[in-house]
């Protein structure tokens, strides 16, 4: 029998019953988070996760990722959802499954660095709501942007799961920075912090198969804690990426359920549960429990939502990610910025800038938001800069980053594009070195005053701090102080409906 | 260096004009044939390949396909194009990279047998045509049925390339038919008929990543000719199929360009190229060549097919195939059949009752067209049979099956249903065991005489003589002599922005 390193091929089991694997795949799926945020705008609603969610319990999941990322802000600003009522409405129907959710470290769940308190609250009562796992991730991989957060998840006896965002400068994994010898560096990082398991988040599927063979198996030799990889579609190497990875002996993969699967969000987990079959690695999993809950969402779920997918061109990977590192939304972006300014014809010069401002910046990572950073403020030198003057209009965001707002840099900004951009800076003109969110005045008893009555507890509290103008228009839908406008209602299968016959006329 | 069997790490080298690796994998480009037969219905145009043949043709693809399979047929018949114009205007573009089609054996380009004499004038006539490569397979794989073309393709100097059809009775490689033997005595029997190079025909992409690295590894031990591997995306797993089928040393890995790529197509051949940098396998490809022809298909090409995809789900892929083994569309048509007589609720009967008809008939591969003669007959029993009575109606295609129309089953057919099915049967009640084409009379002089003046040439006798009404209703397009509906008229942009505007109106 031949071994393929950590895979090791066994006797034939189809029984949905079989005995466990020597060495499990641990699997967490993203269906009810990432599934509709890469494919659907972030509107699955809670309603049409309920048929599913009591099936999805019994797969055998290592854990579900329910919440976070961008769900806070959308259930609340588009879907009239308060977005706890998710977590607790979930926990009642899945009570087996731990659930998981992506915490953007000090910005939580919005836009911003928020002050420690804020910080601390909405961790705890996270905690206290339902979750089990705080998958967190900062963009520049500066762990201090997760101190708060860790200290508090560990204090309400959660699992911290700690990210490292995987970025590149060279078509692979290579180059001065971005290393071997950098992942793992931070992969110890986060075991000295105590990280219950680490994740190689890798938002873009740049990830390549014999990287990350290389990569999973430097940080197994190097650090204690299980790892886990979470790893898009969207170049379409992640099936051949999870394949290397899990004989390299990585310890939990990231899938959807196959109709959220592909495109820009994760490999399907059937074809993986069939693949492991007669291994030592074997998932476990009952692959006609996969088919059932596949059919519900397929027939009384996705109707719903797929006029929602992108439909502007045909292919189903994004080949961009491939040839410049980008992530996947990152080209169309600065594509839509130069088109708005009738600047279409200077996209080359664009892809010449591109990777000199990022180095300029501090060969910060090309993840959200940091990807929108670097972008923006590469349309703007292409259109505004002189043969005498670069960086002749400079972001509010860069400005920030220069300051240190955002944390520390791979390497070093370049010193004259810091000077320049803090030239008049309201915070100062010398840049911060410290823990960010240490410049921050506490903000939860300043919200409190504000909103007054509208929060009728913590909760309403935290929403409303985190997010001011929607969050408080938000409340006042939840209180019926303001009428619920139709836009953020749900859509019926009767709707769905009438508009196919509509689109079947035309 | 770690390595992965076949492949092994290299020092990087991303140079388009990097030194060719020890061992590249080879790679045949399906865009132009299998591309569009499964996405688009098979609608390519031939003037739609015309904007990208020469840039395909400097990628250095092994081959490109670019004729035959269901090509022919729909060419004539709904393109009101000249099938044989196709091949020799792409060969005017395409001078390097030899060309391939796929040749139903003795079913040429057709749905039937044909005789010997009409077999051998249309192979002659394809490789005087431009073809370079014939890969001809048999649905039972019975290779008398290639004893003619081979002799053909061998007499006009080209390349014979023998597919053996992967089909499956257990969910994984296995069982008492279709295991290791099976397939690694049908390779020899095909060096021993002078096959050029095999390959493992996987039409449904059931061949999981761990059974192709055996099944592979058997093969390259026990034959000489190349070895090419060609699976469908169907079932989400080829990526990983293909990565281990490289590792087990394959040659040749089948891929389409990416705007035709996923779906019931292949796996795109970008990542796969990213892939291999930095191994001894490396394809050698340049990326940016690939991107400049992806940008050329979607935004010049696609718009005028997208209409094509089958959207009546939102999943990429079908999980079915990974539940029963059975190729994509198999069982919708199932589904459709039962629709069709109000017979929805007896879905479960029919899933129960086909491995038996299957079993019955010789357990045949579940492979175009046999896959659908076992279909329509397990529903016809779902839907006729009695406690007293099994076959109550027998298919006339089962018949010429029982009577060895088709070729040799893997197992004989269970005697009794034979003897009922050749009841009354024209032919005669006894089986014929010699090979199909023996049985058929001549038909090239008939076809001659049939059409008299309308058939210009060779190349017109050939067409008719396959497709006698819808070849009769071509010819006649062609010649002016009826005129050219509108239906079979190319679309324009034009039409496709204005589709477009009213479907956004909808
Ligand atoms: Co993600
Ligand atoms: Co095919």
Chains 1, 2 share one sequence.
Request: hydrophobic letters at 35%; charged letters at 25%.
């Amino acid at each position: 029998m031949s071994d393929h390193d950590h895979v090791q091929i066994t006797p034939m089991n189809y029984d949905s019953d079989r005995p466990p694997a020597e060495n499990p795949v641990k699997i967490m799926d993203l269906t009810l988070r990432d599934g509709h945020q890469s494919l659907f705008a972030t509107r699955g609603r809670t309603e049409d996760m309920i048929p599913v969610a009591e099936l999805m319990d019994e797969v055998g999941f290592w854990a579900v990722e329910t919440w976070g990322g961008a769900t806070f802000d959308t259930m609340h600003r588009f879907l009239n959802e308060d977005p706890w009522e998710r977590l607790r409405t979930l926990k009642r129907y899945m009570k087996k499954t731990p659930f998981s959710m992506l915490l953007r470290a000090q910005n939580l769940v919005g836009y911003r660095n928020y002050a420690d308190d804020l910080a601390t609250a909405f961790v705890e009562r996270t905690a206290e709501n339902g979750m089990d796992i705080f998958r967190t991730f900062d963009a520049l991989n500066d762990y201090r942007n997760f101190e708060t957060v860790v200290k508090q998840i560990k204090k309400s006896g959660k699992h911290f799961q700690g990210c490292i965002c995987y970025t590149m400068t060279e078509p692979r994994l290579g180059g001065n920075v971005y290393n071997l010898d950098y992942y793992v560096a931070k992969a110890k990082d986060l075991e000295s912090m105590g990280a219950d398991s680490i994740c190689i988040k890798d938002m873009a599927g740049l990830l390549a198969p014999y990287d990350a063979y290389e990569l999973i198996k430097a940080v197994k030799a190097a650090v204690s804690p299980p790892i886990h990889l979470h790893s898009h579609f969207t170049s379409g190497m992640s099936p051949m990426t999870h394949l290397k990875a899990i004989e390299a002996g990585v310890d939990i993969i990231d899938t959807c359920m196959t109709p959220y699967a592909y495109r820009t969000s994760h490999a399907a987990v059937e074809p993986l549960v069939m693949t492991l079959l007669g291994t030592n690695r074997d998932t476990g999993f009952d692959i006609k429990k996969l088919a059932t809950i596949n059919e519900i969402l397929e027939k009384e779920v996705l109707p719903k939502y797929k006029h929602l997918l992108d439909d502007s061109k045909v292919s189903i990977i994004d080949i961009n990610v491939l040839l410049h590192q980008t992530p996947g939304g990152m080209l169309s972006n600065l594509v839509n910025q130069l088109r708005e300014m009738d600047a279409l014809d200077k996209i080359g010069d664009v892809y010449r800038e591109l990777p000199r401002v990022r180095r300029d910046l501090g060969q910060i990572p090309l993840v959200t938001p940091t990807s929108q950073i670097v972008g923006v403020q590469t349309v703007n030198n292409v259109l505004h800069d002189t043969p005498d003057e670069r960086y002749k209009m400079i972001t509010g965001q860069v400005k920030d980053l220069c300051y240190g707002l955002y944390g520390k840099t791979a390497v070093p900004i370049d010193p004259e594009v810091q000077k320049k951009a803090l030239q008049g800076y309201p915070r100062g003109e010398e840049p911060v070195t410290c823990r960010p969110a240490e410049v921050l005045e506490p903000e939860l008893e300043k919200a409190k005053q504000e909103i007054g009555s509208l929060a009728k507890d913590i909760d309403d509290l935290i929403l409303y701090a985190q997010f001011p103008v929607t969050g408080k228009k938000f409340l006042e839908w939840k209180y019926g102080i303001t009428p619920v406008p139709v836009a953020v209602k749900p859509i019926t299968m009767e709707d769905v409906r009438r508009r196919d016959i509509l689109i079947k006329k035309a």
